[in-house]
């Protein structure tokens, strides 16, 4: 038995692109995963970080095997799925859930609270009726709110409630690993924290593995255990959630935390050329943050750097660190 629940390896997800020029015969292709690789333990929280389509959803629902990657591995408790079909996959279906960004988009609206949270079981066979029945009066109560819930809609609730539903169906197969993917963003700030308050009880109480997905960085430092900063599909750096949110290592990682801040004349902004992600590796390219680098020179342009080691355990995509 491995001690990481999740493992990816090598990791790259690509999606065609639309063929603007309609007489062409050439199937175009762009990495929306580029070469990822990290580890989560049993019982912890790794989140992603990075701006809106630096790739971050798609990460975890290569996990989830929502998307098939084209290439690399994917290790839950050690055994690779990145390539089972849905017959085999179906047992990691199990222990595998997901709380996304919008919850009134992902609940039923023909359905009620109690079927809503029943379905998953049902899906998998799990107990008898009345047993799920009371299983989702436990679940309900269990995320703060109560059993006369369970007859209700989804449009009768609000957004904090709805994403306390949605949270109660994840749990209702007892699984082991739960991809949170932007769960708070669309909740104002009070919500936000109690949500995140929930999320860590019950990771505490059930043992759970979590991938937390956010753009905000001052909530994944004080959620997850580990931390990765991704860009257009890559990891830049990944390392202790004190040490990148303390000592950020990478220049985007810098610019995302003072993006957070006072302004501060001082401090470089997010300008410059983001790179065309046509294309179907970066593989002796350069490095994708050479456009908006404060510190790119002619070697960052012309290859993609290693991670180097910052210090033990966190590791930066950056020539600045070669030893």
């Known amino acids: 038995m491995s001690e990481y629940l999740i493992e990816t390896e090598d990791l790259t997800v690509q999606f065609r692109k639309k063929n603007r020029k309609k007489l062409s015969l050439k199937t175009e292709y762009f990495s929306a995963v580029d070469h990822v690789g990290f580890s989560i333990k049993k019982g912890e929280t790794y989140g992603l970080v990075g701006e809106s389509g630096s790739g971050k959803s798609t990460v975890g629902k ?5 998307h098939r990657p084209q290439t690399g591995k994917i290790l839950y408790d050690g055994n690779d799925i990145a390539h089972l079909g849905e017959k085999e996959l179906l ?20 359905m009620t609270v109690s079927e809503i949270i029943c379905e998953p079981m049902e899906i998998h066979r799990l107990y008898t009726r009345a047993e799920r029945k009371d299983r989702a009066a436990e679940l309900i109560e269990t995320v703060g709110l109560t059993k006369q819930d369970l007859l209700k809609y989804p449009h ?15 749990l209702s197969i007892h699984p082991e690993f739960v991809l949170c993917d932007e769960p708070i963003s669309a909740l104002d700030v009070s919500l936000q924290a ?6 860590e009880e019950l990771q505490d109480k059930m043992g759970l593995t979590y991938l937390f997905i956010s753009h905000q960085l001052q909530v994944v430092q004080k959620i997850c255990d580990h931390i990765g900063v991704m860009y257009l599909g890559q990891i830049l750096e ?3 959630s004190g040490q990148v949110y303390e000592n950020p290592g990478h220049p985007y990682t810098q610019m995302l935390l003072a993006s957070m801040l006072e302004p501060d004349p001082d401090v470089h902004s997010l300008d410059g050329i983001i790179p065309d992600t046509g294309v179907q590796s970066y593989e002796g390219c350069g490095c994708k943050f050479a456009g908006r680098c404060p510190y790119v020179t002619e070697r960052c342009r012309e290859k993609m750097p290693e991670a180097y080691e910052a210090e033990p355990g966190h590791l930066v995509m950056c020539y600045r660190y070669e030893r």
Not at 62 to 66: G, K, P
Not at 92 to 107: H, I, T
Not at 162 to 167: D, L, T, W
Not at 194 to 199: A, F, K, R, T
Request: no cysteine; net charge positive.
């Open 194 to 199: 109690q949500i995140v308050n929930m999320l």
């Open 91 to 110: 047992p990691y279906r199990k222990k595998m859930q997901s709380v996304f960004q919008d919850p009134y988009a992902s609940l039923d609206p023909g």
């Open 238 to 240: 990944t390392g202790a």
């Open 62 to 66: 290569a996990i989830l095997r929502y």
């Open 156 to 170: 009768e609730f609000s957004g904090g409630q709805r994403q306390r539903i949605s949270i109660a169906r994840a």
